[in-house]
């Protein structure tokens, strides 16, 4: 279970994984001076606060769950981007159940129970199990028992948009995707989220907490000295 973009409604359900999501994942926000983010705080959003105490509980979660399982887990990020990781998952959940509220859209225990037994599933079938997934795609093992209605909104959002007709194009996809990054910036809009500049800034681009973009750093160059292409600005604001 690596990190991946939605495709086939099949395997949409596993892919609320990572990234971008519909997630486009919204785990992403605006960079706020320290003296904007309260004291104590990874990041606002609403009334809502994560504190750095959560968050570096949650770290140390992913990191033990981490240590437990290197020897066969492989993930991509490194120990130092942890932080980033687990604040992207919280504050993708977070923005899920703000989409759900602004839509309408209602989640039973038993339908996120049966997302979370899926996922089960699906990584036994990697040979992985949910935990070694979770670390994969930097989420603390403890925080599990949400991904399973995170998922089910997700479902449920596109199904909405899509109108439960899956797209069969990759034109079609990428419509379906254009609609729902529009869904998730407007929820992440109406958070007014607010990252602490030191776990990094939230980027309404790709939907997640990234490194403060810094003045001082260098054009990349080829080995042969010429500019390399430059990776896109963070979206500090959304555009929605």
């Known amino acids: 279970m690596r990190r991946m973009r939605t495709r086939t409604r099949g395997q949409r359900a596993a892919l609320r994984w990572t990234a971008a999501v519909a997630v486009a994942a919204a785990g992403t926000l605006t960079l ?15 009334n809502q606060r994560i504190s750095t105490a959560k968050l570096t509980a949650e770290v140390a979660n992913l990191n033990a769950a981490y240590q437990a399982a290197k020897a066969k887990v492989k993930p991509r990020y490194k120990t130092a981007d942890m932080p980033r990781q687990v604040l992207d998952w919280m504050l993708r959940f977070a923005t899920a159940e703000q989409v759900a509220k602004r839509l309408g859209i209602t989640v039973t225990l038993a339908q996120a129970q049966a997302k979370a037994q899926a996922e089960t599933a699906r990584a036994r079938q990697a ?4 935990s070694e997934a979770a670390v994969l795609n930097g989420l603390p093992p403890d925080l599990l028992p949400e991904l399973g209605r995170w ?6 959002l596109q199904d909405r948009l899509d109108n439960g007709v899956p797209p069969r194009t990759n034109a ?3 419509a379906l995707l254009a609609k729902i990054d529009q869904v998730q910036c407007l929820a992440a809009k109406s958070m007014r989220i607010k ?7 939230y980027d309404y681009r790709q939907f997640a907490v990234v490194p403060v973009p810094s003045a001082l750093s260098t054009v990349p160059t080829s080995p042969a000295g010429r500019a390399s292409p430059a990776s896109p600005a963070p979206q500090l604001t959304p555009t929605c």
């Open 32 to 46: 706020a001076g320290c003296g904007q983010t309260q004291f104590g705080a990874a990041a606002l959003y609403g």
């Open 127 to 130: 040979g992985d199990t949910l």
């Open 151 to 156: 998922i089910a909104i997700q479902v449920k």
């Open 172 to 174: 079609a996809q990428q």
């Open 195 to 201: 990252v602490n500049p030191q776990y990094g800034a």
